[in-house]
């Protein structure tokens, strides 16, 4: 069974950073691709983010480019996602994905069959 357990949310002012982990118990994070995904009260689960098996690629949604960066811990079995000059709209409950099929990385939620229970960011502005 694998499981997926996010940390490193928080409250911060806007233009600061955080770094979210979320680490993968019972199945290698290289299996396949991994993503980030969040969702704002009233609106739909968005892409964030995505990591290739390899970690060599990665794919990023347009609000975030430039500002948000994801990684593997191979050691710690994670993936990482560092956000750098975080912004009000950046508010959110971020989830963790992962894929046991998908080698690329990949936006659609139905490529990723595993998903941890989320961790709060919060932006102050």
């Known amino acids: 069974q694998v499981q997926l357990a996010e940390s490193g949310g928080g409250l911060v002012e806007a233009g600061n950073s955080l770094e979210l982990s979320c680490e993968a118990s019972g199945r290698p ?49 994670a993936v990482l996602l560092e956000m750098n000059n975080l912004k009000s709209e950046d508010t959110a409950i971020y989830y963790c994905a992962a894929s046991s099929t998908t080698v690329g990385p990949s936006a659609s939620p139905s490529e990723y069959g595993n998903w941890g229970q989320g961790t709060q960011v919060t932006v102050a502005s």
């Open 29 to 77: 994070s290289s299996s396949g691709a991994m993503a980030w995904f969040r969702q704002s009260p009233g609106k739909e689960r968005e892409f964030v983010a995505s990591i290739s098996v390899s970690g060599g690629r990665t794919y990023y949604a347009d609000s975030v480019k430039g500002r948000f960066t994801i990684s593997r811990d191979r050691y710690k079995n």
